[in-house]
């Protein structure tokens, strides 16, 4: 229960759902002389987060603390630990496992195995849909089955089925790492994820975590080029893909603020 309260409740304060919120109590109220300022605040809810401008500082708050928190260069460790995400699962018409967005976190593990960071590739990831009898395979279960078909061995590979989230990703990796007495591990998970998901295996695992980020959503600040009228423009207006990025930015400020008040990070 707990688990689909954490995916259902916050749906109301991310900007899409808390504008819906706010519109669907004007209509409620809709003879009481604040009625309308209920309305414009659905609005500006909904177009403020929803510009380039303010999607964009909000991306890069997380982005650029990930990028400065990854070590050039890249150490060895004991293994790489792969957060779930990023995958879609074989279900017809799919012919096979298919890559999202975050489908970075799993090649950015394969390439740090080639380069010889780390003898051992960890795939974390449980089911996370909501509906029962879930067809799909586990997230771990299916960074594997596209792993062994970019010419991946089984012996390389090391799967966590049962998590569901990062906290539980990190209990999980602590446990592992006592059982094989590993002293550092790899961290790859997404830029906006790292700050998050760094503060959380570091309290939760007694391991050393050498945070590496990927699936950078944008450029660095400094190769944005040079603002123009038609720029400024643009950066003023709502865009569907900007609200997505600004909606998972507040989502991992969210979730940080709650790991921390829940002891997790």
Request: glycine residues 6%; charged residues 20%; contains cysteine.
């Amino acid at each position: 229960m707990g688990f689909i309260l954490s995916k259902l409740l916050p749906l109301g304060l991310y900007p899409l759902g808390l504008a819906l919120l706010l519109q669907l109590a004007a209509l409620v109220a809709r003879r009481r002389r604040w009625s309308p300022w209920l309305s414009a605040a659905a609005i500006a809810v909904l177009w403020i987060p929803s510009t380039p401008l303010v999607s964009r500082q909000l991306v890069w708050g997380l982005e650029e603390r990930s990028a400065a928190l990854t070590p050039r260069p890249i150490p060895r460790a004991d293994a790489i630990v792969v957060l779930g995400g990023g995958l879609r699962p074989a279900l017809p018409p799919r012919r096979s496992v298919e890559v999202n967005e975050a489908g970075d976190r799993l090649l950015t593990g394969l390439d740090l195995l080639r380069q010889g960071k780390a003898p051992l590739l960890v795939l974390t990831g449980g089911k996370v849909r909501l509906t029962a009898a879930d067809p799909a395979a586990s997230e771990a279960r299916s960074a594997a089955t596209l792993a062994a078909q970019l010419g991946l061995r089984p012996a390389q590979m090391l799967l966590l089925e049962q998590p569901r989230n990062t906290a539980e990703e990190a209990r999980a990796v602590q446990q592992l790492a006592g059982q094989r007495r590993w002293r550092s591990v790899l961290l790859v998970t997404s830029a906006t994820h790292l700050p998050r998901a760094l503060a959380t295996f570091r309290r939760l695992a007694e391991v050393t975590v050498i945070p590496v980020a990927c699936d950078f959503q944008l450029p660095d600040q400094s190769q944005r080029g040079q603002l123009t009228a038609a720029s400024l423009i643009e950066d003023l207006l709502p865009d569907a893909e900007d609200l997505h990025n600004s909606t998972v930015a507040l989502k991992e400020h969210l979730g940080l603020l709650i790991y921390r008040l829940r002891g997790w990070s």
